[in-house]
């Protein structure tokens, strides 16, 4: 019991440092691969402590209540996820619940944004809800393709019976490729921020964030990066101890990154397009083989 | 003798309130309310009773009428009664300028006591009876705003009418096979009967409760009734009356036919359970989708009405312990959800003056915050945002979908909550968020009388989300009258061996990272309120209610999907109806109008008669 | 010369129907239908009448004692007959007003230029 | 660069923060465009020094005024001012910003930027070359340091100068004043 209090107040701030540190390497990275000298690592630290001294404006009680609401949903998350084999919380929710969690992030910031009243935001939720809507084909194919191959909806079971033999990828190649496909348009990033062109729509649902709004903001980020990615561990990768665990979670990230490092934005609509096209068709396949065999 | 109680009360309640409409308005609308309640209060009374009564028996025939009471017709009673209750509370100030108030109040509870009639009857004949009643009802109510709304109640009542026809088909044929109509005399006889037999009497019965359920190819008539009738009505409509389908749904599969029966229809997966769980897959997806082109409020939570309805027929045909309870519980669930959010147009109607286009509302938040938080409520409700009641349905359709390997129908059941999540949110937004008008700029919130029938529901919403145990354990009721192995939940999820849910462990992490956000948000700099129109919008200023992006929320994805969401079905309908009223030209050319011809087609019919005779004579 | 004589009433109320028939077919005139239409109507109670009748026999009525039982004629005919004329002058009161309200509604008697309900 | 000293983390987290990332609005009115692109890509990487381009004033908190200021441009320039969350610094790029440049005898160009908005900072020049942003921005760390960047303070308390000024330029302003301004509050 106390373990899981301990763990439940430690896991989050774990998948904040590992969520930032992403955020630091992400940018060091690409500045790297456009032969840039880059930031610092801890550059996205320094601007949230900035953006948190900052003074901001608010447009009302749910422009609060939406930054806050989508920040706590993440949080939660990361103790639904198993992270090396800790998961305080998944005897309280399987991978079913965590899909439905994954919708209070995104939520929160429309709602926060939809009171905020700018035609940005208006946009950039739509373009959001969109996308969201091309890449949950493939994300639930794939998802539905390790649930039906292990007969089970509980994220640890699937974890252990990777750990006893051969990892999913093994056998369900086909929806591990089409969710890392759209594990970019998942997290928002090249080529997929359509839905926070900064140059089209003034950075979309987050125009009139500034200050502390715009730091949950980033911190909410920096969780979504780390629960995406810990899901595709778990889900194919086999998760591991706390060293492995995070050894694999940076492999994925980094081949993200060059993707993303590399590629210009799609259009929204271009951008369903290929959402539904190869990796729908792959996670597709992949779910058949799952069912049949 | 309860039973009749009820039924008295809620039929002659309804005259009462009537007569008494023709001597004071406030009296009339006093009676109506203490009506409803008393209703909800003698149907809550009645619960965990076994009850069986007589109360009319048929000089002919060899039938009678009879009435009982279990945990099935129990559970759909409440909810009846409860809706019924909120609406007519909703209804006094909404419906105050319109005419025939009399007239709404008496088929309001008319219709309702036909829907109580339905669940309590435990014969086919009245529950035919009621089922009629309920319907012509319906017909009127939908029809009662005139102008468009009689055209979508013909189009109700004709499908509604062919739906009836079906099952009255179906119940002839059951009586001239058996001779009763009661529903456990009928359970027992019908167990030796022929396979055959019982797909046919299934088929009919499906169309039959299809229509009123709004499964797809029988679902046209739903989006213009809904969207046609007036708000407090849309709710009952879709919360409450459509569902009766889902009752009878219950009634035929679980009740009479029963479980061991419907698994040897049919063989490896041409049976019938699975194709009624493609259908309302179906029914689930496209609507849902069909929900995202809307640009009227009422019609987009219309075409919802229809895709959560697949949501409960899934459940249902998956045949599980955990699909059965899911879909009844999605049927609770829903009927809170759906009621509310119609409660929310009607709000929005009554203050705006009847504005309905999606395009034109807009910032209503600032104006009408109770009923925002309803709306809220409600769509986290329909789409099933944890902690609130249809997640934990979902949850149980879609654990059962997959564990019984079926994950296609899974995957229909999923993408269908998606294009939920997308329509729901536009409604939201186009309607609470974004800048305010200038022409609503004194838009007031509105009067008590409709804002404790949201306040409710949404109490409700959260309620049964974080307690599923409250109607699960009714819901285990109705599964061990139905043969099947009743479901053991918890109060706040399901126990280990069906499934890792456990909602208050949830709440209580939501709560403290909220609050832990809280505090981190609250400690740091402070932020200056701004209004509206100070808005970024490139260096300029922008008057206010001029800043504004709702027309056609997805329209790239419109372009995408839009093409193949044509509704095939309408147009199919249309279609026979052309055709039909070609073939019926030829008819109508046999009646040229003059007396003359008439005087001919007599003669000859004569001559004929005579040859005949004639011909018979030799 | 017998055999006009025994078919008399039968060529008489057969004429009547076929003349009534003819108006009523033919004629376009509202008035001229229902004189038809009483044509036909004398018709008919002509023929049940003379249909009724059976050659040798006497009435009904008990006035002398000589009148054997097993002799008479069905009375039932007549008095039908006799109902059917009081009908058939109510039908003809009745149309006749329907006639005059066509009349005063449409100014014609003419059916063929009475549209009212015709396509 | 002592973005590692640990010591000065601790004494003021959000100055230090306020200094190492600035997040750039650029007004990038006449001349001066050129100039950005290379700044912010591969040949001079603003990005090592936490300096990044945002798309709106409201998660700025610097303002780089390029090229000259016309009286149309002057609008938008005070309301994207007005729109950035304090603590704010503005830096004037080239010389038209200072003194009217080469426009100095223009009928539509705004002389003086500083009448109008506080600047912190000039870079003169016509044009200036892209290294020199990043000399402002050294220099705005000290100042900072110094607690001599102050002029989101200043705006603040000579509200009512600012806003006459502002009307003399541009005639009657649509929104309303940012800071009370009348009887009340002198």
Redesign the interface.
């Known amino acids: 019991m106390i373990i899981k209090v301990i763990s439940i107040i430690v896991l989050p701030l774990i998948a904040l440092i590992i969520g930032f540190f992403f955020l630091g390497l992400s940018r060091k990275v690409i500045a790297r691969i456009h032969r840039r000298y880059g930031p610092p690592i801890s550059q996205p630290l320094i601007d949230v402590i900035k953006l948190i001294n900052q003074e901001s404006i608010s447009h009302g009680k749910l422009f609060d209540m939406g930054v806050i609401l989508s920040l706590a949903g993440s949080v939660i998350l990361v103790l639904f996820i198993p992270f090396g084999g800790i998961a305080p919380l998944a005897t309280s929710g399987d991978l079913l619940v965590i899909i439905y969690l994954m919708l209070l992030a995104p939520l929160g910031v429309a709602l926060s944004g939809g009171e905020a009243a700018n035609p940005n935001v208006s946009i950039g939720i739509s373009r959001k809800m969109m996308l969201a809507l091309g890449y949950e084909v493939p994300f639930l194919f794939s998802l539905l393709a390790v649930m039906t191959w292990y007969k089970t909806t509980s994220l640890v079971e699937v974890v252990k019976a990777q750990q006893s033999f051969l990892w999913a990828i093994f056998y369900l190649p086909l929806p591990a490729v089409a969710y890392f496909m759209i594990l970019p348009a998942m997290l928002g990033i090249r080529p997929f921020d359509i839905v926070s062109a900064p140059q089209e729509i003034a950075s979309g649902t987050a125009v009139e964030y500034g200050g502390r709004y715009l730091a949950l903001t980033t911190i909410q980020h920096a969780f979504h990066i780390f629960i995406d990615i810990a899901l595709f561990v778990n889900l194919f990768l086999g998760g591991g101890n706390l060293l492995t665990f995070f050894v694999k979670m940076l492999v994925v990230f980094l081949l993200g990154l060059f993707i993303n490092a590399v590629f210009p934005r799609l259009r929204i609509d271009q951008a369903i397009k290929y959402c539904w096209k190869w990796p729908a068709i792959l996670a597709l396949v992949g779910l058949i083989i799952a069912r049949i065999i | 003798m309860q039973l009749i109680t009820i039924l008295v009360v809620s039929f002659l309640g309804a005259g009462i309130v009537y007569l008494t409409g023709k001597f004071s308005g406030r009296v009339r609308d006093i009676s109506a309310v203490l009506v409803s309640l008393a209703v909800v209060i003698l149907v809550g009374l009645a619960y965990n009773q076994k009850i069986y009564t007589n109360f009319y028996s048929l000089p002919f025939l060899n039938l009678s009428l009879s009435l009982r009471l279990n945990y099935l017709s129990w559970f759909f009673a409440i909810i009846v009664a409860g809706i019924g209750f909120l609406s007519i509370l909703f209804s006094l100030e909404y419906i105050k300028d319109y005419q025939g108030v009399g007239f709404y109040y008496f088929m309001m509870l008319f219709v309702n006591a036909g829907m109580l009639g339905i669940v309590l009857s435990a014969d086919f004949l009245s529950f035919y009876i009621f089922w009629e009643m309920m319907s012509w009802g319906t017909y009127l109510l939908i029809s009662y705003k005139g102008g468009k709304a009689v055209a979508a109640g013909l189009k109700y009542i004709i499908m509604s009418v062919a739906g009836s026809l079906a099952m009255l088909f179906a119940i002839v044929s059951l009586y001239a096979s058996y001779g009763t109509l009661k529903f456990s005399s009928l359970a027992s006889l019908l167990q030796i009967a022929s396979p055959g037999y019982i797909l046919f009497l299934l088929l009919m019965f499906v169309v039959g409760f299809g229509v009123k359920n709004a499964i797809w190819t029988l679902h046209t008539w739903l989006p213009d009734a809904h969207a046609e009738a007036v708000s407090p009505f849309s709710a009952v409509l879709t919360g409450v009356l459509v569902r009766m389908g889902m009752y009878g749904f219950l009634l035929i599969m679980y009740s009479i036919v029963g479980l061991s029966l419907l698994h040897k229809l049919g063989y490896g997966l041409l049976n019938f359970n699975y194709i009624l769980c493609w259908i309302g897959a179906i029914t689930i997806v496209i609507p849902t989708f069909t929900a995202l082109l809307q640009n009227d409020s009422k019609r987009l939570l219309a075409w919802h009405g229809i895709g959560q309805g697949g949501y409960m027929v899934l459940g249902i045909g998956v045949a599980t312990s955990l699909g059965i309870a899911g879909g009844i519980l999605h049927t609770l669930n829903y009927a809170v959800c759906g009621a509310l959010l119609f409660f929310v147009v009607g709000a929005i109607e009554h203050r705006t003056g009847g504005v309905r286009d999606l395009n034109e509302l807009g910032g209503l938040i600032k104006r009408m915050p109770v009923t925002f938080i309803a709306g809220l409520a409600g769509i986290s409700g329909l789409i099933g945002v944890p902690l609130t009641n249809s997640f934990v349905s979902k949850w149980m359709i879609y654990k059962t979908l997959i564990m019984e390997n079926y994950p296609f129908l899974a995957f229909a059941a999923f993408i269908g909550t998606w294009g939920t999540i997308l329509s729901v949110y536009k409604f939201l937004h186009n309607i609470f968020l974004g800048q305010l008008p200038e022409k609503y700029k004194d838009v007031k919130e509105v009067p008590l009388t409709m804002q404790i029938p949201m306040i409710l529901l949404s109490l409700a919403i959260i309620l049964f989300g974080i307690l599923p145990g409250i109607p699960l354990k009714v819901i285990s009721g109705i599964e061990k009258s139905f043969g099947v192995e009743p479901l053991s939940t918890t109060m706040f999820g399901m126990p280990k061996e069906i499934g890792e849910l456990n909602l208050i462990n949830i709440l209580a992490v939501l709560l403290v990272a909220g609050i832990v956000v809280y505090l981190i948000f609250s400690l740091s700099a402070k932020s200056r309120r701004v209004n509206q129109d100070d808005n970024y919008a490139a260096g300029l200023f922008v008057p206010r209610g001029k800043y504004q992006y709702s027309a056609r929320f997805y329209d790239q994805a419109y372009r995408i999907i839009g093409p193949y969401l044509h509704d095939v079905v309408d147009d199919f309908y249309y279609w026979l109806v052309g055709k039909s009223k070609s073939s019926f030209q030829i008819v109508?050319q046999i009646y040229?109008?003059?007396?003359?011809t008439y005087?001919?087609y007599i003669?000859l019919f004569l001559t004929l008669l005579i040859f005949v005779k004639l011909g018979w004579g030799l | 010369m017998s055999l006009i004589y025994n078919w008399m009433y039968y060529i008489a109320s057969g004429g009547l129907i076929l003349i009534g028939?003819y108006i009523?077919?033919?004629?376009?005139n509202l008035i001229k239908?229902i004189i038809g239409l009483n044509f036909i109507d004398t018709g008919v109670n002509i023929l049940l009448v003379c249909i009724g009748y059976v050659k040798g026999r006497t009435a009904p009525i008990f006035s002398t004692s000589r009148i054997n039982p097993t002799n008479v004629v069905d009375p039932v005919p007549q008095a039908l007959v006799l109902t059917a004329i009081v009908i058939g002058v109510a039908v003809l009161a009745l149309a006749l007003s329907i006639a005059i309200k066509v009349y005063e509604h449409n100014k014609t008697l003419n059916?063929?230029k009475i549209?009212g309900?015709?396509? | 660069m002592d973005r590692g000293s640990i010591k000065k983390w601790l004494k003021a987290p959000g100055k230090m923060g306020q200094k190492y990332s600035f997040w750039v609005v650029y007004f990038c009115t006449g001349c001066g465009i050129i100039e950005i692109p290379p700044t912010i890509t591969s040949r001079w990487d603003a990005e090592r020094f936490g300096v990044i381009p945002v798309a709106t004033p409201r998660q700025a908190n610097l303002f780089l005024i390029t090229g000259y200021v016309s009286v149309k441009t002057l609008r938008a320039i005070i309301r994207t001012y007005e729109q950035m969350p304090d603590p704010k610094y503005t830096v004037g790029f080239g010389s038209c910003p200072i003194n009217g440049g080469m426009y100095w005898d223009s009928y539509n160009t705004i002389k003086h930027l500083d009448k109008y908005i506080p600047v912190d900072g000039w870079i003169a020049g016509c044009m200036p070359r892209p290294e020199s942003i990043f000399i402002a921005v050294t220099h705005l760390w000290t100042m900072i340091d110094k607690g001599m960047a102050t002029g989101y303070i200043k705006y603040r308390e000579k509200y009512k100068n600012y806003r006459k000024n502002q009307e003399e330029a541009l005639g009657k302003l649509e929104w309303p004043p940012l800071y009370p301004v009348g009887d009340k509050n002198e």
Not at chain 2, 592 to 596: E, S, V
Not at chain 3, 24 to 28: E, S
């Open positions: 109508r040229t109008g003059n007396i003359n005087a001919l003669l | 028939m009523i077919l033919v004629k376009t239908i059916v063929t549209r309900l015709k396509w």
